[in-house]
């Protein structure tokens, strides 16, 4: 099979990783990817938003599966694009349609979803610009921490949570008429806070059938003790020690069953990996988010610890045949520590040469994943906020962490700088 997939960041060199040890791989590319997918793909610059030269590319290299990694194309409908050509019949798609991608592309429609289903999540309430008043009024019935969240696609970082009530009016308000996240807050949904532990479960279905994949728990502040601004993510590790074999039954049977049952009652085409961001309060799931494709740096840990061929395991899945498959879940842990660019989440320059790669000893247990990097002059550079995630597998969660620390000090790069502190919340 000739195998496009669709993004440039860590998820999408963690999956080219995987996918090119398939014998069924015949060629593989990556658009527009980065320096590590070059060890392992082809890659092909492109516009992940520009659908017709993604065409062109498909035409041009006999594509046979399509992988899209990022929330952007999924939500613009890249897979109704397809859908709606006959020349592309053949092709097997993985991620769902723009209808399906709107349980991403708006938390006020991912609501209304659970709601229908009876899937448990926070108490909340969608507002408008035109209706910034009544958020504020709304606002004073809630307990503080106050959550808002921006509507649409912030890259993760259209979360506030806040302990002051006239800073929260304010925020909304800012999130209204002042563009805080641009579109994604023309509309802003508040909602009760809940206090517990997160973790993500990640479920690959054909709409109808699923598999529940390993799950993880990642973090987000840039701060250790987990403080300061929201990230895209600064680390992960896998499995997750508080969720055990009865949480997960729960999880199951409250949050995953319904949420499938859901999709496949409302006739919606979903053929992909939906990532469900829980909070564990006291020993009951609530979801906070629903994510229509693998999340980073999650992937990092989750797909290393599948034993299936995953490109097989994603054509069953695209040709309606996922209950077919058994999985195989490595028992060992999974850590991973994002290296991040000096001044990330906020401004940061680019272009700074990483150095040490080539003195980590990849190996079975050991995977340097690379985010935002590119190859320059013959040198890896960095290309992004997030540059690269030092993955370790190990028997135990501290023996993974220890493993993965371990292989970031060869690498530097000028600002470098990790959280140092992942997992201490979990011993």
């Known amino acids: 099979m000739n195998v496009l997939i669709l993004g440039s960041g860590g998820r999408e060199h963690t999956l080219a990783h995987q996918i090119s040890k398939s014998p069924n791989c015949h060629k593989l590319f990556v658009a527009p990817g980065n320096a590590g997918t070059l060890l392992c793909a082809t890659n092909i610059e492109l516009d992940i938003l520009n659908f017709d030269k993604i065409a062109e590319t498909i035409k041009a290299n006999g594509i046979n599966m399509l992988i899209v990694g990022p929330e952007a194309p999924l939500v613009e409908g890249i897979k109704d694009y397809f859908d709606a050509k006959k020349e592309f019949s053949d092709l097997k798609i993985i991620g769902p349609s723009k209808r399906g991608a709107l349980l991403e592309g708006s938390k006020e429609r991912a609501k209304e979803f659970m709601k229908s289903h009876l899937v448990p999540t926070a108490a909340y309430q969608g507002f408008g610009k035109e209706t910034l008043e009544a958020g504020k009024e709304f606002l004073k ?5 106050y959550v808002l969240k921006a509507d649409g696609l912030a890259g993760g970082k259209g979360v506030l949570i806040l302990d002051d009530l006239n800073e929260a009016q304010d925020e909304l308000e800012n999130m209204l ?6 579109k994604a807050s023309e509309k802003v949904v508040i909602e009760e806070f809940l206090n517990g532990i997160e973790l993500s479960v990640f479920v690959l279905t054909d709409g109808k059938n699923y598999l529940t994949l390993p799950n993880a728990k990642d973090y987000k502040r840039i701060g250790e003790a987990d403080t300061g601004l929201n990230t895209g993510g600064m680390g992960a590790i896998s499995p997750v020690p508080f969720a055990d074999e009865a949480f997960m039954r729960k999880v199951d049977e409250k949050i995953v069953k319904p949420s499938i049952a859901g999709l496949h009652k409302e006739n919606i085409d979903f053929t992909g990996f939906l990532f469900i961001g829980l909070m564990k309060v006291g020993d009951e799931p609530f979801v906070v988010e629903y994510n229509v494709r ?8 989750v797909i290393p610890r599948i034993k299936n061929d995953l490109l097989d395991v994603l054509l069953k899945t695209a040709e309606g045949k996922i209950q077919d498959v058994k999985l195989e879940v490595d028992p060992h842990y999974t850590a991973t520590i994002m290296l991040v660019s000096g001044g990330y989440p906020e401004a940061y320059e680019k272009g700074k040469v990483i150095l040490g790669l080539d003195k980590v000893d990849e190996n079975s247990e050991v995977f340097i994943c690379h985010a ?4 320059e002059n013959d040198q890896v550079v960095t290309n992004g906020g997030r540059v690269i995630a030092v993955t370790a597998s190990a028997n135990s969660m501290e023996n993974a962490l220890e493993k993965a620390y371990n292989n970031v000090e060869p690498i530097s790069f000028s600002g470098m700088y990790y959280r140092k502190d992942l997992g201490k919340d979990l011993v």
Do not use: A, S
Request: hydrophobic share 15%; glycine share 14%.
């Open 294 to 301: 693998m999340g980073d740096p999650e992937t990092e840990v």
């Open 177 to 182: 008429t002042n563009n805080k996240f641009g």
């Open 141 to 145: 019935t809630m307990q503080p921490p």
């Open 372 to 375: 935002g990097t590119k190859k």
